[in-house]
């Protein structure tokens, strides 16, 4: 709409892969890459999530293998994939340090090697947040390449259901939205939110935010638009070096 962003959009799909899609943007102030990749539902391998936000007076950066299922409650899922890279999370939680408040509720979507930073220009991380990128790729393709898919129609039900409940998440919670109204206006931010960003809300079940998240709910019925209603935020990593979960820092 301001007739100078750029935006780039690229989707591909692949065996094992139900979606891999990129979005960048590129202003003269700002730019932003939203990477992600989607299993394909016979398998309960993490979603690779990168979130990379730069102005010229900061930078913010997401980088994970984001838990399927729930690793403070599921500790087998946990183990299954998390325990070998924990070497990994560690290396670049020193390099890369934690980035401040994180709302409560954004920790079942994170694993314990998630990288969750920012930095200024000066500070000159650039390198190590690429390296970063480049290891925690790796780290997700050998995964899925490794992986043996389902035969259950049961657990590949489950899957489908924890990859519709993590779109519904981040389609109604992502951060980026106001970025996206701003650029293309909000009805086709809402359109790209949906059916490329986080594709398959409209295909892999049919439960709304409500639904899954029944403590958002206003009294009207409506969407309470907060980021966290928890009343609590993590100021420093929540998980230690074995990746056990300790919440002590919740404020």
Not at 166 to 193: C, F, H, N
Request: proline share 5%; glycine share 6%.
């Amino acid at each position: 709409m301001d007739g100078t962003t750029a935006l780039q959009m690229l989707s591909f799909q692949a065996p094992k892969i139900r979606l891999l899609r990129s979005l960048s943007i590129e202003t003269e102030a700002m730019q932003v890459l939203d990477f992600a990749v989607f299993p394909e539902l016979e398998f309960d391998v993490p979603i690779f999530c990168a979130n990379f936000f730069a102005t010229t007076s900061t930078n913010i950066a997401v980088l994970d293998l984001n838990p399927l299922h729930d690793v403070i409650l599921r500790r087998d899922y946990k183990e299954r994939y998390y325990r070998s890279l924990m070497p990994l999370g560690i290396k670049y939680s020193e390099l890369l340090p934690w980035g401040g408040k994180l709302t409560g509720e954004s920790l079942k979507f994170f694993s314990p090697i998630v990288i969750w930073t920012r930095f200024t220009p000066s500070e000159n991380k650039y390198n190590a947040l690429y390296s970063a990128f480049v290891d925690y790729y790796k780290a997700w393709l050998e995964l899925i390449n490794q992986a043996v898919p389902e035969m259950d129609v049961s657990q590949i039900m489950c899957n489908q259901e924890a990859q519709h409940r993590y779109l519904t998440w981040r389609a109604e919670k992502d951060p980026g939205q106001g970025v996206l109204k701003r650029l293309i206006g909000e009805s086709m931010a809402k359109d790209l939110l949906r059916n490329f960003l986080f594709s398959g809300i409209d295909e892999l079940g049919s439960r709304d935010f409500l639904d899954y998240f029944p403590e958002y709910r206003r009294e009207d019925g409506t969407i309470n638009e907060k980021r966290s209603i928890m009343g609590k935020s993590f100021e420093t990593r929540p998980w230690d070096t074995k990746g056990e979960f300790v919440g002590t820092n919740s404020k």
